[in-house]
């Protein structure tokens, strides 16, 4: 079982890619999306830091 922090960061990644997919949009198209850094949805995508890109978009 993973801990607490990992379960959430890959709910919310999972979130974002089953909202990416239901809206049919592409990871690239996500990237070009205001506030969201290429290198920010290439982690999503992995599943690495969630929470560091969330910061990123309460900017």
Excluded: C, F, N
């Excluded at 960061?9 to 979130?15: G, L, R, S, W």
């Excluded at 997919?21 to 995508?45: A, C, F, N, T, W």
Aim: hydrophobic residues 35%; without cysteine.
């Amino acid at each position: 079982m993973l801990p607490s922090y990992l379960q959430i960061e890959k709910h919310i990644a999972d979130k974002i890619t089953s909202l990416r997919e239901k809206r049919d949009i592409s990871k690239y198209r996500l990237s070009q999306l205001p506030g969201i850094s290429l290198s920010s949805r290439g982690r999503v995508m992995e599943q690495e830091t969630v929470m560091s890109m969330l910061r990123g978009l309460r900017k």
